[in-house]
């Protein structure tokens, strides 16, 4: 885990980017790879996991937030080569102290269906008395 080193960024190398989104199948044909650079600058905070050894962007995830009360991680994704080795639990880690440095009372995550006790191991619980919708079009 020593050659794995985290950074925030305000921009950052896009393909390496749409990669990750790919990689964990998030990415639809009608994104285009141009918006990455003002998704990163809009996130309160965008992190990324470089293998040091090798210069590979292996890891991201990011902060939204109105910057006073809360903040919501989303986009948490680890390169499926390097699964299973701590990567995700140090990156959450990063991106909760970060929230908690920049005084955010709220810590909220968005995360994929069956992936609940990876984010319990970090203090996440799921509120059963709330329930977030998503908006269809």
Not at 57 to 79: E, F, N, P, W, Y
Not at 89 to 113: C, D, S, W
């Amino acid at each position: 885990m020593n050659h794995i080193q985290f950074t925030i960024v305000e921009s950052w190398n896009t393909n390496s980017i749409v990669r990750l989104y790919k990689e964990a199948g998030w990415w639809k044909e009608e994104y285009s790879p141009d918006e990455i650079p003002g998704l990163i600058k809009a996130s309160y905070r965008f992190i990324v996991g470089i293998d040091v050894t090798s210069g590979e962007t292996i890891a991201m995830g990011r902060i939204i937030s109105d910057g006073i009360s809360i903040g919501i991680i989303q986009d948490l994704c680890v390169h499926s080569d390097f699964r299973g080795k701590g990567i995700g639990q140090v990156l959450l880690q990063f991106l909760v102290n970060e929230a908690r440095k920049a005084g955010l009372l709220k810590i909220m995550l968005v995360a994929e269906p069956n992936t609940e006790s990876f984010y319990k191991k970090s203090c996440f619980i799921s509120n059963k008395n709330q329930i977030f919708l998503l908006h269809c079009r």
